[in-house]
């Protein structure tokens, strides 16, 4: 008994001196990723992100519906009710849906919908549909699940003020409203990188004057000046220009932290050993900030990029719910929100809001990953 | 102490100019000049323009001539309190923000008492029962506040308001109270229309606050000098209150001036939702018209005020940090 006791004990402290061994000679990126691992909520965020960029990616195929085709008949019909269990009180392995029956309050004439249940909708996977075409290269009718009748309609979420399907909106909403995230951290970091990279590395007045442009950006609310710059968008341009035109709005504020983050890291990078070392040993100051001094901070910078992706995705919503962001053929989470906005509407068909579910799910996400990145991005402080 | 003052104050100036400079990019951004769309604008409201009008609009904000001339006329025109005429509500817009600006301005201040009276406790609590369910709760909460755009919970605040009431509006005052002289009675009604939408603005910032209080009592409680204290026998709350709270609250005091255009903001949106008629319904309707002399002099003030604000947080933190006062 005591053997094999001594014989574990020995075996572990074996496994953990090689853990040791594997730490001490892992490259930093390799470090970086063990440390995110243990993160769990932050790799769960991560899942998360990767299927709502998948869905986003493959709209037309996971999408049940074309969005901008509208049922009439189905204006502000509410979500179905997905039934495994018939009328019979049979249990179906294949689930199934009843058709809505629009009658009018006699009342108030607005319109309820009934579940006509003598008339079973079996759901079914790869099923025919509206015609796409993937990317704009690719014909296709299959969608990835949807009711066997292609007349039929599944109303998973809900359907919009015009009787579109919300959840076919809320997918192709995806691409938009999760990409101008990425598309403007990507200007932002572009434009950080150099005026911080400037600002720390030349120091003096070209610091000076950086510094107080940054200062004076912040010190206007953000959303008014987003406001402001949008009303100089022609409404007649098409949707990918005014796309890009926001993107540019948002980062005209994004990179002011960006930047100032990279200031602060070249100033206390400058002073280090190493750089020191690169310099005793000849070699030049572009190469010290871009073989040395970038690398050495990369990682934190894209944990903070992460975290301001959500600003982002927020700066969008808000600015489309309003009016003054992209406009209605346009399909983003902002566009579909401005639907929630009268009141009265909101109230009979509270579905309107589910949009609001999907960014706050991704915002969260983004949280989390960012927070992950942040503490395994220093991969040297606790290993 | 004052030199420390006179310091902020002189770095503020060249902000200052660079804002006016954003404003004045502001006006010229749609296109065409502004004294066109401005007439356009009464012209569709079926006015007779008389030429010397035109002449004279023209010639008050010299266009036709070299752009700092222009600017220069702009600026010089704003320090002077004239800000324009604005086109959509037929007054100065100085009389119009002067009539909105207080109740927006009220509500971003009692949102700001709101983050601060109710994060710090929940912080304290949270960091001193750490890992208890409370801090859980908080912890979660936190999380959802700050992922939720103030925008949306003031809209699903009002869903849930409609269904519960069959109101729509929120209002600022009672409908008795709406023209009586202002006074006390007023003042309370006013508070007690706007408590919600300071609390739905104040959400990500109590949020946020929560979690760096939270964080950086938790920094401070391990240290020895709790240990000694707490080994002398020093009572529990006295000693919390006295040491380690002062010093985790510094980075907070110090952050107020962040925290200011986030309010201003968020009061905005959520004054928009809730259909408030504070400064924000001015803002968008002035930007969908294109009365920009109105919407940049809104701009321009809010981005006043956010950096009087900042600076009176620095001297603020100067006075709770004498160690801020040697440094600057």
Redesign the interface.
């Given at each position: 008994m005591t053997e094999v006791e001594a014989a574990t004990r020995l075996e572990t402290a074996a496994a953990e001196e090689q853990a040791d061994q594997r730490v001490l000679v892992a490259s930093q990126w390799q470090l970086i990723r063990w440390r995110f691992l243990q993160h769990k909520l932050a790799v769960v965020s991560l899942a998360v992100l990767v299927i709502f960029y998948l869905v986003a990616i493959f709209a037309e195929f996971v999408a049940p519906y074309d969005p901008y085709i509208f049922r009439e008949d189905l204006t502000l019909a509410p979500p179905h009710t997905i039934r495994f269990i018939d009328p019979e009180g049979r249990f179906q392995l294949r689930p199934f849906v009843h058709p809505f029956e629009k009658t009018l309050d006699s009342v108030t004439y607005a319109a309820i919908f009934v579940e006509d249940e003598t008339v079973m909708q079996p759901l079914g996977l790869f099923v025919r549909g509206d015609e796409y075409k993937l990317w704009g290269l690719f014909e296709s009718d299959i969608h990835l699940f949807g009711l066997q009748d292609p007349e039929a309609r599944l109303s998973l979420l809900g359907q919009d003020t015009v009787g579109r399907d919300l959840f076919t909106r809320i997918v192709f909403g995806a691409r938009i409203s999760l990409t101008i995230g990425l598309v403007g951290v990507a200007m932002s970091f572009f434009l950080g990188i150099l005026f911080g990279g400037l600002s720390g590395y030349l120091g003096g007045t070209v610091d000076m004057v950086i510094q107080r442009v940054i200062e004076s950006l912040r010190a206007l609310p953000t959303l008014p000046l987003w406001m402001a710059l949008s009303i100089a968008l022609p409404s007649d341009w098409p949707v990918v220009r005014t796309y890009f035109a926001i993107v540019i709005i948002l980062s005209t504020v994004g990179w002011t932290s960006i930047a100032r983050v990279v200031r602060g890291r070249f100033f206390a990078l400058r002073e280090e050993d190493f750089v020191g070392a690169a310099e005793l040993d000849g070699a030049g100051n572009l190469r010290i900030i871009f073989r040395y001094l970038l690398p050495s901070f990369m990682s934190y910078i894209i944990a903070r990029l992460t975290l301001a992706i959500p600003q982002m995705i927020l700066g969008e919503t808000a600015l489309s719910f309003i009016g003054l962001g992209l406009q209605a053929p346009a399909i983003s989470w902002g566009v579909l929100l401005k639907d929630a906005q009268a009141i009265r509407v909101l109230a009979l068909s509270p579905w309107l809001l589910l949009p609001t579910l999907f960014v706050v799910v991704s915002i969260l996400a983004f949280n989390f990953v960012g927070d992950g990145l942040r503490d395994a991005s220093d991969p040297y402080t606790h290993v | 102490m004052l030199i420390y003052i006179l310091r902020r104050v002189i770095v503020m100036i060249?902000?200052?100019i660079?804002?006016s400079v954003?404003g004045f990019i502001?006006i010229q951004?749609?296109?065409g000049d502004f004294v066109s769309s401005y007439i356009a604008g009464l012209e569709a409201q079926g006015d007779i323009i008389e030429p010397e009008l035109i002449d004279s609009l023209r010639a008050r904000y010299g266009l036709g001539e070299p752009i700092y001339v222009q600017y220069w006329r702009w600026v010089s025109n704003f320090v002077e309190g004239d800000l324009g005429y604005s086109m959509i509500y037929r007054e100065p817009v100085v009389d119009i923000i002067a009539q909105r600006l207080p109740s927006s301005f009220t509500i971003s201040l009692l949102s700001l008492i709101l983050v601060f009276v109710i994060g710090i406790p929940i912080g304290v609590l949270s960091a001193t029962k750490q890992y208890s369910l409370a801090d859980y709760t908080f912890t979660v909460i936190g999380?959802?506040g700050?992922?939720?755009?103030n925008?949306?919970l003031a809209?699903?605040g009002?869903?849930l308001l409609?269904?519960w009431t069959g109101t729509?509006s929120i209002g600022l005052y009672s409908p008795e109270m709406q023209n009586a002289p202002f006074g006390l009675a007023k003042f309370l009604d006013l508070l007690s229309h706007i408590w919600l939408p300071a609390l739905i603005v104040g959400t990500a910032g109590t949020a946020e606050l929560i979690r760096t209080m939270r964080a950086n009592l938790l920094d401070e409680l391990p240290k020895q000098y709790v240990t000694v204290a707490r080994a002398r026998g020093v009572k529990p709350t006295k000693l919390l209150y006295k040491y380690p709270l002062r010093i985790a609250i510094n980075p907070v005091i110090s952050t107020v001036g962040?925290l200011l255009?986030v309010l201003?903001?968020g009061e905005?949106?959520v004054s928009?939702?809730l259909g408030l008629p504070t400064i924000a319904p001015v803002?968008?309707d002035s930007?969908?018209q294109?009365d920009m002399f109105l919407?940049?002099s809104?701009?321009m003030i809010?981005?006043i005020l956010?950096?009087v604000g900042?600076l009176l947080s620095d001297i603020l933190l100067a006075i709770v940090d004498p160690r801020i006062r040697g440094a600057v």
């Open positions: - | 060249p902000v200052t660079l804002i954003i502001i951004a749609p296109p999380f959802l700050v992922a939720t755009p925008f949306l809209l699903v009002l869903w409609f269904s729509v962040w255009p201003v903001e905005v949106l928009l939702v803002l968008l930007l969908l294109q919407a940049t809104i701009i809010l981005g956010t950096l900042t």
